[in-house]
């Protein structure tokens, strides 16, 4: 792992000022600032919700009323948040010419809802519901109420259009994912623990294919010591806020816009 000299986010920005074609990997931490809470760690959702119990498809068959206490509580939170400087920033980044796509994990909408425009949903996304005996799909907030259980027209509870353990990811995403991690010059790897398969899979797929991935994370992961050529430890809203400035703003060193 290279640190960038004494200032790991200039060596980012040198990074992405040169190669331009830069894709993101986001996960949960991206969206803590907006106010929702991660998954792991002391105030994830599943030291609150066991993901056996709560998260796995199997689970949703045997009892989907008491997964739906869990889901509930993720569309309603997910429904009062808003993008933050993070998300702005990428959204930027992808009109300045500089980052071409964002795949995330995340199921909130918040990179579309802060303009990003190439979004690859990888574990799909909370604004649709799907039948999984009819596969008949609906729109969230013209079939949910919060409090109750959506049912299908065929009379099956329907379950929220995301990846649950144990679930595919949807092919096109995981096609369209892998395709932008071959061929992207930099991968900016923000705020995943990289712990779930096969997403954490992406950025060793970008570095094999030759690109330079940038962690950003206040913490370091499995992927700082032997993946990232760059990690750096902060915020994602500050830390792409100040990407952002350099590659608006370029010094010598930075390259940039
Ligand atoms: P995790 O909860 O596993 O990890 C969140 C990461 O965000 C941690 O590494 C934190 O250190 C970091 N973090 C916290 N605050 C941050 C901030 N302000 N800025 C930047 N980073 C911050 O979430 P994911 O890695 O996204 O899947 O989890 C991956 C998948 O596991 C999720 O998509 C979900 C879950 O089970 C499914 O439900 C299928």
Redesign the pocket.
């Known amino acids: 792992m290279r640190g960038g000299g004494s200032d790991p986010v200039r060596e980012a920005a040198r990074l992405l000022a040169e190669r331009r074609n830069a894709v993101a990997l986001t996960?949960?931490?991206?969206s803590?600032?907006s106010g929702i809470p991660?998954?792991?760690?002391a105030q994830?959702l599943?030291g609150k919700y066991d993901?056996m119990e709560y998260?796995t498809l199997h689970a949703f068959m045997r009892s989907p009323g008491k997964v739906w206490e869990m889901l509930s509580e993720m569309i309603s939170v997910c429904g009062f948040a808003s993008p933050n400087a993070?998300h702005a920033g990428l959204s930027a980044l992808e009109k300045m010419g500089v980052v071409r796509a964002v795949i995330t994990?995340?199921v909130d909408g918040l990179h579309q809802a802060a303009g990003s425009r190439r979004v690859i949903e990888y574990?799909g996304n909370l604004d649709e519901l799907i039948c999984v005996y009819c596969w008949k799909l609906f729109e969230t907030r013209k079939r949910w109420v919060i409090g109750e259980v959506p049912l299908c027209d065929c009379g099956q509870i329907l379950k929220p259009n995301?990846?649950?353990?144990g679930e595919p990811i949807p092919w096109p995403a995981q096609e369209q994912a892998e395709e932008e991690a071959r061929t992207c010059g930099v991968l900016l790897v923000?705020?995943?623990?990289?712990?779930?398969s096969p997403?954490c899979d992406l950025p060793r797929i970008a570095k094999e294919s030759g690109a330079a991935v940038v962690e950003?994370?206040?913490?370091p992961?499995q992927l700082t010591r032997s993946v990232a050529d760059v990690y750096i430890p902060g915020?994602?809203?500050d830390i792409v806020t100040r990407l952002v400035g350099l590659l608006k703003h370029p010094s010598p060193g930075t390259g940039g816009h």
């Open positions: 996960g949960a931490g991206i803590v600032e991660s998954f792991r760690g994830g599943w993901p998260a993070a994990q995340n574990h995301v990846v649950l353990f923000i705020g995943t623990s990289a712990q779930v997403a950003i994370n206040p913490e992961t915020t994602a809203s």
